[in-house]
């Protein structure tokens, strides 16, 4: 996940995606309306690698189970956590809801250390409307 986050390796995110679609396939029922979304990058990163590795990974994700993708969060903050102690990643950036959102969302992120991010994207998603969030990650850093 480094090499295609921080080296430009884009041609790996397509086969993460595929693998995350394959283990999340089983566990959620085609028929309640789920759709995809990701924890969008920091404004820094993105510009940095030129992609947003979230939205990749979201339209791979559901293109393999046939459901939708949409951006559905917003950051509050602009601080990455990439660099941040573990106290300042357990704070988490904040995140709104750009719209209300209804049913099921499957929310990505990359990469997850405390959790703090994703628990802060389904919380705003929750306020939103979601009736449930699962939440999934390409990999975990201890």
């Known amino acids: 996940m480094l090499a295609a986050k921080n080296h430009g390796r884009?041609?790996?995110?397509?086969?993460?995606?595929?693998?995350?679609?394959?283990?999340?396939?089983?566990r959620l029922d085609p028929e309640a309306g789920w759709e995809v979304t990701w924890i969008p990058c920091s404004a820094t990163g993105r510009r940095a690698r030129?992609?947003?590795?979230?939205?990749?990974?979201?339209?791979?994700?559901?293109?393999?189970?046939?459901?939708?993708?949409?951006?559905?969060?917003?950051r509050v903050d602009t601080v990455a956590q990439t660099g941040r102690s573990r106290e300042q990643r357990l704070a988490g950036p904040r995140f709104r809801a750009g719209r209300p959102v209804k049913g099921y969302v499957v929310l990505l992120d990359d990469v997850t250390t405390t959790g703090a991010?994703?628990?802060?994207?389904?919380?705003?998603?929750?306020?939103?409307?979601?009736?449930?969030?699962?939440?999934?990650?390409?990999?975990?850093?201890?």
């Open 50 to 74: 030129g992609f947003d590795q979230g939205r990749i990974l979201a339209r791979v994700v559901a293109v393999h189970l046939g459901l939708k993708s949409r951006p559905l969060l917003r």
């Open 10 to 26: 884009r041609d790996l995110l397509r086969p993460f995606g595929r693998a995350l679609a394959d283990h999340l396939a089983p």
């Open 117 to 142: 991010t994703l628990r802060s994207g389904a919380a705003a998603l929750e306020r939103a409307g979601a009736r449930l969030v699962v939440r999934a990650a390409i990999a975990s850093v201890p």
